[in-house]
């Protein structure tokens, strides 16, 4: 009879980490800015079919970099999760802290249990009535949930472009100007990245009981040019 | 959290795996023999919603009903909404069991806006009527036993073909598409005659909106369970139009005042004599609270 090898708890941990580090990293960046209106959400992706950015309910939307697959599974369960309690309580019962909070106890679980780790982070915000309410929620790959004010960054790059966003970001950005904040932050200061390969989107006060609007490419040009 | 429930779209379905029973309840609940019920029937008294039209025309639909909701010869409602957005280009108006049909209206607007959301794209026009339909069906056996029987109309602006589009079903879950225009509940019969003799092809919004108005009223004048112009209340039906720019709701103010016109009309149209100067229309007072719930705020 053979018996397994014995590895210690920790190093499988950090193999883990490790190999779900390396598939994030893969991926460009994602961030969200806190505008005078909202949130805008902005991310480098080349395809116009395949988001990033996504809405999960009325005033929550849902951001994730790393393996699609996998953050797209999570996206949907997460409007399921939205739109089941908004049926059972209210809508207003809806929220992105218990939102976070069962991505969290699912990436965990997934973290610890699975073989394979997930390769994603992600981030659910919400838009508040006012500007003090709004809620920027980061999700790591082992489930960790780490609450941010005014801005928020995923990905492989999240560090530097998180340290340009506290050099650039004021409070009371107008949409265009956020909207160049966050360009100029992921694309850091030896290139510029075109209109075609942003994905935005707000969550924004103006828009009613549904906040979320994608911004498309020409309204996109138009909103970088002025 | 509930991954691992399928790549499904079908919200009802998503219901059900996590033990809810939307129409089933309708059944257990108001087969409940405590309840009172209508004379000579095993049937609850429950309150029953009237007349509700959609009209073609040049730019769209437009879509009205009345405010009155029955309980058998009483009036239970006076301020009752039929008309709501499914979603930000179509509309759902409602005759029939009310209790039953604001649950129908519910699960609708949220399961076209689960889809959306999770298809990234919202269904189409003819998906739209068909899921109708299957809720319809689905509520079948609480038409059977319990008689309440929900009778949608769907109505809305096809964005694929460009023009406004008109569904009818009976309790069965048919779904018939009608070319010009349809009216539902007990005063039905009347506004659809009403409105048959002045619709013409590419009507104006105004004279679309006159012709409804003008079908509310006459539904009004021969049925008793469908409630007319309220101006002592300021009460009057609801209306909204969908066009390519989405679900508009008619300003009260508006509303009122066509009435108004309609009713003066109507008055030198038969000779009687100048009453004394009316005062102004009250202002239009409805409760509005129950609206935005789920409703596509466009």
């Known amino acids: ?24 990293a ?44 996998e953050f797209d599974a999570l996206r949907r369960a997460g409007v399921q999760f939205a739109d089941v309690r908004g049926y059972q309580y209210s809508r207003e019962d809806v929220d992105a802290r218990s939102l976070a909070n069962a991505y969290a106890q699912m990436m965990a679980h997934t973290f610890t249990n699975d073989i394979k780790p997930l390769e994603v982070e992600i981030l659910v915000v919400e838009v508040g009535m006012t500007a003090a309410e709004d809620q920027l929620f980061r999700i790591t790959f082992d489930g960790v949930v780490l609450d941010e004010d005014h801005f928020s960054v995923i990905g492989g790059e999240a560090e530097p472009i ?8 004021q409070d009371g950005l107008s949409l265009g100007d956020a909207l160049r904040t966050a360009r100029a932050a992921l694309a850091g200061d030896d290139r510029t990245i075109d209109p075609h390969a942003l994905e935005v989107a707000v969550l924004s006060r103006a828009n009613g009981r549904r906040a979320f609007r994608r911004i498309e490419a020409d309204s996109l040009a138009e909103l970088l040019g002025s | 959290m509930s991954e691992g429930l399928g ?26 023999p405590a309840r009172p019920a209508a004379a000579g029937t095993n049937q609850p008294v429950v309150a029953h919603g009237t007349t509700v039209c959609a009209i073609r025309y040049a730019d769209g639909v437009v879509m009205a009903g009345d405010r009155r909701a029955t309980a058998g010869n009483l009036i239970a409602h006076r301020t009752m909404e039929k008309i709501y957005p499914a979603d930000r280009h179509s509309g759902v108006a409602i005759a029939g069991a009310a209790g039953a049909a604001m649950e129908m209206v519910k699960l609708f607007q949220l399961q076209l806006e689960h889809y959306e959301k999770l298809e990234g794209v919202p269904l189409s026009f003819e998906g739209k009527a068909n899921t109708l339909a299957q809720m319809v069906r689905s509520n079948l056996t609480a038409a059977l ?28 879950g048919g779904r018939y598409e009608e070319t010009d225009f349809q009216a539902e509940g007990s005063g039905g019969r009347d506004a659809r005659t009403t409105i048959k003799l002045g619709w013409r092809e590419d009507l104006p919004r105004e004279a679309a909106v006159e012709l409804a108005i003008a079908a509310l009223y006459e539904a009004a004048d021969e049925d008793s369970a469908t409630g007319g112009p309220d101006p002592v209340r300021g009460i009057y039906p609801m209306m909204a139009t969908i066009t390519v720019d989405g679900f508009e709701e008619l300003p009260d103010a508006e509303v009122a005042e066509r009435f108004v016109a309609l009713i003066e009309r109507k008055r030198r149209e038969s000779g009687m004599p100048e009453p004394p100067p009316a005062p102004p229309p009250a202002t239009p007072r409805r409760s509005r609270a129950t609206r935005s719930e789920g409703g596509d705020a466009a």
């Open chain 1, 1 to 24: 009879m053979s018996m397994p090898f014995y590895v210690s708890p920790e190093q499988v941990m950090n193999d883990k980490a490790q190999y779900a580090r390396k598939g994030i």
């Open chain 1, 162 to 169: 998180a340290d340009r966003l506290r050099e650039s970001w």
């Open chain 2, 7 to 32: 790549g499904g779209t079908d919200f009802v379905a998503l219901l059900r795996s996590l033990g809810h029973d939307p129409f089933g309840t309708i059944v257990s609940a108001s087969a409940d």
């Open chain 1, 26 to 69: 893969r991926g460009r960046s994602l961030c969200a800015v806190a505008y005078n209106e909202g949130i805008l959400l902005a991310a480098e992706n080349p395809s116009e079919v395949l988001h990033k950015i996504s809405e999960i309910y009325d005033r929550i939307a849902f951001a994730g970099v790393g393996k699609y697959s």
């Open chain 2, 145 to 172: 036993q319990l008689g309440l029987v929900v009778v949608p109309l769907f109505a809305g602006y096809d964005m694929r073909r460009r023009r406004g589009r008109i569904f009818t079903y009976d309790a069965t």
